[in-house]
């Protein structure tokens, strides 16, 4: 097959194979708040539908980079997709809130396997004059594929039901099997390496620990017994992670690799600007739905500027670094992102979106395109070819980590700010104990909370502004954090992100 074939159908196959996990968690953040009127699921219960996809994503990434480097990235790749669609399938039969939350886990998996696998088949397929442009492209059209899920899924939950958002990855992954078909597998590959099978399941169950007690202490209780010892067993299985990977012959995550300034450097910024922006992707359509009175397909079109404008810049920031380096896209993108979400935390309730939430929308979508594929590039250039699928692994376990935790972090504030508020505006409310007993036994929905209907007119009327209210100071707060976290993004490349294209033994 001549290169310019095989590079083709390099593209159309990773193009399409990471698409499948981007498309599925923009989807199922607009579906959330279907989620959580049709299968009367409280806020955490939604939480875990995006948390336990993310879990396995964040610890089982680091294991496939090493599976793809043993047994072949095509091989891992393939398994994969047959599993995030058997998974899909199930997501979208599932009966109750529950066993969604256990597809999710197993769509995860599968995530796990193709993200790693696929970017490390796209690097080692390009040579180093044309792998910056190739991760442009790559990114640019995984913006356009995954600009169409939110839209399609907003109208299909408008229209007929979330289910559908699961059903559309069937298509896909169809394409992407042919595609892979045609990828001659020329990977030299050690079988009798061994995997790190230990480490894989210590960071699994010590993020599930930490993840857990934090989405449940809302309910538990920050203090209680139960989210302390969760949260103390979490930390001391990390730690116990992190001690057999200093030990073992075949780790997963080879804690040398962080010697390299550039590699820790491209990771720690890894972690603040997607812990911003997982955050404030996982609220705001309970803005737009819940608070705004958009449709689920307005919800869906509202992200529409940011993604394209991913996919138009990507392309061109990944040239950027072929000539420059990375630190000055990486220095400057996540510093427009902290711009952006500072613009999110303007608008009130009500008011036309061209001038309420496009200018950040906007915003965020510029720095983010100026920052993905200098980022991805960056990290790729850091460590030899040999282990590109290992540090594939570990930066997107970063970027996972980083999502998982800020919003079960997040989830605590947000809940704790609506509550202070929803105190203060509900003292001048006149309305009856058993009322108010309700709507505190409902604080869990946030600006889910449905009001009896044998309640006034008038008084309903007082009680849905002071909900409203309150989320909007809550979703104001996760906003502002996330603008902290993007400009820490920021300083981190300027302190650690060299300014000259590096070599991969430097």
């Not at 999710?104 to 796209?122: D, M, N, V």
């Not at 307005?298 to 500027?305: D, H, K, S, T």
């Not at 036309?352 to 939430?357: A, D, G, L, R």
């Not at 460590?383 to 800020?406: E, F, P, Y």
Request: one cysteine or more.
């Amino acid at each position: 097959m001549e290169s310019k074939d095989r590079n083709r159908w390099v593209l159309l196959s990773t193009i399409l194979g990471s698409s499948l996990t981007f498309i599925d968690a923009t989807v199922v953040n607009v579906a959330l708040p279907a989620l959580q009127a049709n299968l009367d699921a409280n806020v955490t219960d939604v939480q875990w539908v995006i948390e336990g996809y993310a879990l396995m994503l964040a610890s089982l990434i680091l294991v496939s980079g090493s599976l793809g480097d043993s047994y072949g990235r095509k091989r891992i790749f393939i398994t994969g997709v047959v599993l995030f669609t058997i998974a899909s399938l199930w997501c979208g039969l599932a009966r109750d809130i529950q066993e969604l939350i256990i597809a999710r886990t197993f769509q995860g998996i599968g995530g796990a396997l193709i993200i790693p696998s696929s970017l490390a088949i796209l690097s080692s397929s390009f040579d180093d004059n044309e792998r910056g442009k190739a991760i442009g492209t790559w990114s640019s059209l995984t913006a356009v594929t995954a600009a169409l899920g939110p839209l399609l899924g907003g109208w299909l939950i408008e229209n007929y039901s979330w289910r559908w958002i699961f059903f559309i990855n069937i298509p896909i992954a169809v394409i992407v099997l042919y595609a892979t078909t045609k990828i001659p597998d020329n990977q030299n590959r050690d079988f009798s390496q061994k995997l790190d099978w230990a480490g894989a399941i210590l960071v699994t169950l010590g993020l599930g620990a930490i993840v857990y007690g934090l989405i449940e202490s809302p309910q538990l209780g920050l203090g209680s017994f139960e989210v302390i010892t969760l949260e103390l067993v979490g930390v001391l299985l990390i730690g116990a992670f992190l001690i057999v990977e200093s030990k073992i012959k075949n780790p997963m995550m080879p804690l040398g690799l962080f010697k390299s300034k550039m590699f820790s450097g491209s990771n720690i910024l890894t972690f603040f600007l997607y812990a911003a922006l997982s955050g404030a992707l996982f609220f705001f359509p309970f803005n737009l739905i819940q608070l705004q009175g958009y449709t689920a397909t307005e919800a869906g079109a509202a992200f529409l500027p940011f993604v394209i404008l991913i996919s138009l810049l990507s392309r061109w920031a990944g040239g950027l670094v072929d000539k420059y380096g990375a630190k000055l896209p990486l220095v400057i993108g996540p510093l427009i992102v902290s711009v952006g979400y500072l613009l999110y935390a303007l608008p009130g309730i009500g008011g036309s979106y061209w001038e309420t939430f496009f200018p950040a929308i906007v915003t965020v979508g510029i720095g983010m395109g100026i920052s993905v594929a200098p980022l991805t590039t960056s990290v790729m250039s850091s460590v030899s070819q040999d282990h590109s699928g290992l540090a594939s692994g570990i930066n997107n376990a970063v970027a996972r980590t980083a999502g998982l935790l800020a919003i079960a972090v997040m989830g605590i504030i947000v809940l704790h700010d609506f509550n202070l508020n929803l105190d203060k505006e509900l003292s001048r409310i006149e309305m009856s104990t058993e009322l108010r007993d309700y709507i505190d036994s409902e604080r869990i929905n946030l600006a889910g909370i449905q009001l009896p209907e044998s309640v006034e007119i008038e008084t309903a009327g007082k009680i849905r502004a002071a909900i409203n209210v309150s989320f909007l100071s809550a979703f104001r707060m996760v906003m502002i954090i996330s603008a902290l976290l993007a400009l820490a993004s920021s300083f981190t490349a300027f302190l650690s992100i060299s300014g000259k294209k590096k070599s991969n033994d430097e």
